[in-house]
């Protein structure tokens, strides 16, 4: 199966930029990187995803690396409401993209 | 937009009850996705529905999980009977096609088996 790890837990101050890492050493090439985030008490909420190329979109960029082993989430200025659980998550093609979750990082942000 | 409701929020039952989660996913979503946490560990798919029909339940963990869509709307996941292990959190997702598209969660059911 495919898999990811993260750290547990990260902490960073508002207002300052947010990197997140992600290991998926054993990604095949057709496996797409996806990224959702919980909130407390909420439902997953997607992120971001991609699958070569580095990708942005309005709430977060997406940086992966040129062998594919690994990525980082970029968070541009982290406010108190980005405060959640982010969960790297592979999706591959010879499981009709389902999605196959992590351990996730806990992040804590301090005003 | 209405997003995904899951009914109930919350389910306490004895060992050996039997429980119906209900999901309705975003209207004109034609995919339909359960996943369940059980405590301590990742979130784990359960199945995929293609409007009414299984098009993935390689993640159902026995025969005493039975889930429906009939007519390709909401969709309910019945635990009967219910053991122990079963306790957690079950969300559901919808997407409006079976690609990588975006899969838009519910707010999860918890479950606690007693």
């Known amino acids: 199966d495919a898999k990811t790890t993260q750290p547990n837990s990260m902490e960073s101050n508002e207002e300052e930029p947010v990197h997140l890492p992600c290991n998926h050493s054993t990604i095949s090439g057709t496996d797409y990187i996806h990224w959702y985030r919980q909130l407390p008490s909420q439902g997953p909420e997607y992120v971001i995803h991609?699958?070569?190329?580095?990708v942005n979109n309005r709430m977060a960029s997406l940086a992966i690396a040129e062998d594919r082993k690994s990525s980082t989430l970029i968070l541009h200025r982290a406010t108190l409401r980005d405060a959640a659980v982010y969960y790297c998550?592979?999706?591959?093609?010879?499981?009709?993209?389902?999605?196959?979750w992590g351990a996730g990082t806990k992040l804590i942000i301090k005003p | 937009e209405a997003g995904v409701t899951q009914f109930p929020s919350h389910s306490v039952i004895e060992k050996g009850q039997t429980v119906t989660l209900r999901c309705d996913p975003i209207?004109?979503?034609?995919?339909l996705y359960w996943y369940r946490r059980v405590m301590g560990k990742e979130i784990k798919f359960l199945l995929h529905?293609?409007?009414?029909?299984?098009?993935?339940e390689s993640g159902m963990p026995n025969n005493r999980f039975l889930a429906e869509r009939t007519g390709g709307t909401y969709s309910t996941l019945k635990v009967q009977p219910a053991e122990l292990e079963d306790s957690g959190v079950y969300f559901c997702?919808?997407?409006?096609?079976?690609?990588?598209?975006?899969?838009?969660f519910g707010p999860g059911t918890r479950l606690t088996v007693l």
């Open positions: 209207s004109g979503h034609d995919n």
């Open positions: 997702a919808s997407s409006p096609r079976a690609t990588v598209d975006t899969q838009y």
């Open positions: 529905f293609v409007k009414e029909s299984k098009q993935d």
């Open positions: 991609g699958l070569t190329s580095n």
């Open positions: 998550i592979l999706s591959p093609l010879d499981s009709n993209y389902q999605l196959i």
